[in-house]
């Protein structure tokens, strides 16, 4: 499940090795099964759950491999941070908002061509229509042939 608007507090309840949450750059992220395999060890992890650690994320220096993490592990957004005010901070964000174009592309085209579909399907539609009514109206001399012999 995936929280918008997260509180602090909320984030708080989750402090322990059986359920770690903490929050960098506005993303809240639950490191309980990935304690026992950050390099850095879970202690340090530990020490910040519950919290915010972006300035102990940022302290460390870590490499952009650890940055390409975070959409694995993130649950929500923290109270007062949009997906939009993560832009740029990281290559995940990055990766989230070219999926979301794609997505939009996707369906700009598939509406584009429902629409184009049924214009041409009502024009078809039309022209039916005024052909029958033309025919039906006229004095059907064009069609009802009676040669004179
Ligand atoms: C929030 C999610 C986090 C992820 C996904 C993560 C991931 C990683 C990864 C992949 C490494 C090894 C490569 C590198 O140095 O970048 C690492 C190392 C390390 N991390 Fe984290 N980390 C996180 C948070 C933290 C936090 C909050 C702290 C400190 C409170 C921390 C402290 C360390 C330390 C001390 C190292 C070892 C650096 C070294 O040996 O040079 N990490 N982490």
Redesign the pocket.
């Known amino acids: 499940m995936f929280f918008s608007g997260q509180t602090r507090s909320q984030v708080a309840q989750h402090k322990s090795t059986k359920d770690c949450w ?1 929050v ?1 750059y506005g993303r809240v ?1 639950n ?1 309980t099964k ?1 304690l026992e395999e ?3 060890g879970e202690e ?2 530990l ?2 759950a519950g919290k915010d ?1 972006s300035k ?2 940022d302290t ?1 220096g ?2 952009e ?2 940055k390409k ?2 959409a694995k ?1 993130q649950v929500g957004v923290l109270q007062g941070h949009s997906i939009q005010d993560l832009g740029g901070k990281d290559d995940a964000t990055n990766e989230s908002k070219k999926e979301m174009s794609a997505f939009v592309i996707k369906d700009d085209s598939s509406s584009t061509f429902k629409s184009l579909f049924l214009t041409s399907s009502f024009l078809s539609w039309l022209l039916l229509s005024i052909l029958v009514t033309i025919v039906t109206r006229s004095d059907r001399n064009v069609f009802l042939f009676s040669p004179k012999c």
């Open positions: 903490l960098v992220l490191l990935f950050h390099p850095g340090v992890l020490e910040v650690a102990e994320f460390i870590h490499n491999g650890a993490m975070f592990f």
